[in-house]
């Protein structure tokens, strides 16, 4: 009896060890994805955990780094800076090589902290404001997003020049990015406001994880706009699309770029989002590079669809900056990865030739104006 | 002016969901003296079982009954259903733990409250979910300038007819009077002959009951739901139950319908009034409280349920 046992110990070590050994001849680099898997954008960081997912696939079908493979851990960061600061810690404890994210702009900021003291890089894929770069010199943080100062000046050009819109209405929700986009529509409309083209009528902000909007919305249509612009995210989008056409505002809704996906039109409902323009980074489908036409038809066979925001693809942008810095750099030092980010010309992402300024932002962002069709898709806007 | 009674409208719709979470809070203090924490997720819960009837085979419920029969028949099931899940609570989480004192029983609500949103979230799932349009009609009017949706008069009117109903049964009948001395003295209640069980049964399923109707309704008035937004709510129509007196009926319904009413007319009122309106209401409610430490219409004396 006691000899049984003393086998089955030495009979369970040894696979153990044999099936530790195998994993020895390619030791994987270990990228962290701190992305909101629950809470209010669950489903952006879903599509992003999809999304790095299918990028490693491609990477690791090419060989990975120099014949390592990529693994991916992911961190949990709930959609709220107190848990990011939390999923943060745990990417930093486990050791990671590098880590993409996050989503939102106020969750990315305590995380993009804690990887700078620990001198790790970080990649943020969805958090646009305009602080993260440029409050502090941040020597580890990059993002393959855009910047909500360039998107505010595509509105105010747009809304006055193109559509002559003159009473404008300017509502967010006084997070780091609403307030952010809101603030910078705000500086770039301010030439046409002293040019007597433009008047911004109402400029507030409402709070957002409620569900009643009732009082906003009134005390917006008697200000009488020609255009709503609403700059946060899209649970409180939907809900104002909603509450608004149904106390009779007719004007247009233009929402930010955290506006668009298929949730928004889920809470919005078909009916009342159809007709909604959103400022926005060119989507998924209408990016033509050599690899998005792989990347999306490797996404599609595997989950159904491609994603219903951009997002996710830049979170797929982060992991092959990443890749390409490494293998540029040839080793997974922190301080190597950093320099490496700065100088490469060499990185192709989904979205084209990922390029980092000075300090990590990307460049060349263009933005369009996207209208929702009758089915609830995304389509770019003609007047 | 069309503007003030329209804001006025819109804080009673808010104000009606708040009241009537608030009976429920208040009637379980009442005779329990019990703050039940896992009240606002059963709200959450309602809103919940509401969706999955009406959702059930594609609105299959509304095309054999119609939109109003629909509303009717999902309102009746929710109504059960919470009202089980009520009893099921109190069963589980407080009749175990009651002889032990008020602590445990506080962390027992909190540690209940918990488990039924992480329920929610496991079979539900995390993302928002949305009523389907088509279950909810969608009709309104203008009237003397003032734009209001059919559903909207549905909802005050079916608030304050369950206000009344539960007036009537607490305030008129003779369980409600048992209901009524339970509350004031435990003890001499039952030595008088009164069935403590039958009353907290009578709570528990009631209370609950109420605030999961008020789920459905407001799944259908604002479309979209999430699993912890019961939290929300919860929070609202306790501040409700202390604005208006905890352990009283009325006060409960005053409380919650003045916390609608003042939410929507200072954000409606106040430059940037939307993101100050919490601070406001807390503001308001301290005050109250400094004047009358029992709520607005609570008195030491007064018989609490």
Known sequence: MKRNKIFLIVFTVGIFLLSSLSCWAEEPVIIGLQAPITGDYAIEGQMAKQCVEIAAELINQEGGINGRPVEIIIADDGSNPKDSALAAQKLISQKVVAVIGSYGSSVTEPAADLFERNKMVSVGYGCTAVRLTMSKDRKYFFRTCGRDDSQGQFFAKFAVEAMGWKRIAIMHDNQTYGKGVAEETLKYLEPYLQEGKAEVVYYDAVTPKEKDYSAAITKLRETQPDVWYYTAYYPEAGLLVRQGREAGITIPFVGSNAVPNDDFVKIAGIEYAKGTLMTQEPMPQDIDTPISKVFLEAYRAKFGDIPSSPWPIYAADGLFALVQAIKNANSTQSEDITNAMRSMTNAEGVTGKILFTERGDRKDIPYAMYEYNDEGKLQIYQP | ?305
């Open chain 2, 1 to 305: 002016m069309g503007i003030f009674f329209e804001q006025l409208l819109n804080g009673l719709t808010i104000g009606s969901f708040y009241a009537l979470v608030a009976l429920g809070y208040s009637m379980v203090y009442g005779v329990m003296k019990l703050i039940n924490f896992a009240h606002g997720d059963l709200f959450a819960f309602g809103s919940y079982v509401g969706y999955t009837i009406l959702i059930w085979g594609s609105g299959r419920i509304t095309q054999i009954f119609g939109i109003w029969g629909g509303m009717a028949v999902t309102l009746l099931i929710t109504f059960i259903t919470v009202a089980i899940a009520g009893i099921l609570v109190e069963k589980a989480a407080y009749r175990p733990v009651y002889p032990a004192g008020r602590l445990p029983l506080v962390v027992s609500a909190l540690g209940m409250s918990i488990f039924i949103q992480n329920g929610i979230m496991a079979v539900w799932g995390p993302r928002f979910q949305a009523y389907p349009s088509e279950v909810v009609p969608s009709a309104a009017f203008d009237f003397f300038g003032i734009h209001i949706t059919l559903l909207k008069v549905f909802i005050l009117f079916f608030s304050f007819f369950l206000m009344a109903v539960i007036y009537y049964i607490v305030e008129k009948t003779t369980f409600g009077a048992a209901v009524r001395a339970a509350a004031l003295d435990r003890e001499t209640a039952t030595m008088l002959g009164i069935d403590i069980r039958k009353v907290i049964f009578f709570v528990f399923a009631l209370g609950p009951a109420l605030g999961g109707m008020a789920g459905v309704m407001n799944g259908m008035y604002y479309r979209s739901i999430q699993f912890n937004m019961g939290w929300n709510y919860g929070l609202k129509a306790f501040t409700a139950t202390i604005l208006g007196g905890i352990g009283n009926i009325p006060g409960a319904m005053i409380g919650g319908l003045l916390l609608g009413i003042m939410e929507s007319l200072f954000a409606g009122y106040f430059p940037s009034g939307g993101a100050w309106k919490d601070g406001f209401i807390f503001i308001v409610l301290i005050l109250v409280l400094i004047w009358r430490p029992t709520g607005l219409i609570g008195e030491k004396i007064a018989e609490k349920v």
